[in-house]
């Protein structure tokens, strides 16, 4: 896995700190979403960089209502 990029993140503040990290697959042309820099904390794939932010906001906003 190369080129891993932080997507978005819950601010340093939060006692537990969320973030989404993505790798652009350009044989694919799609981002696969981790909840980590590890290969194992695998989320899924998306086509497109707003729709990785917006599963960030999904997983964030899902952790505020539980």
């Known amino acids: 896995m190369t080129n891993m990029k932080l997507i978005a993140s819950t601010p340093p503040t939060e006692r537990r700190r969320l973030a989404v990290y993505g790798c652009f697959d350009q044989a694919a042309g799609v981002w696969e979403l ?33």
């Not at 981790?34 to 599963?55: H, K, N």
């Open 34 to 66: 981790f909840s980590s820099p590890y290969p194992e904390d695998y989320i899924g794939i998306v086509d497109t960089l707003d729709e990785a932010r917006q599963v960030a906001r999904v997983r964030f906003s899902d952790r505020n209502n539980c």
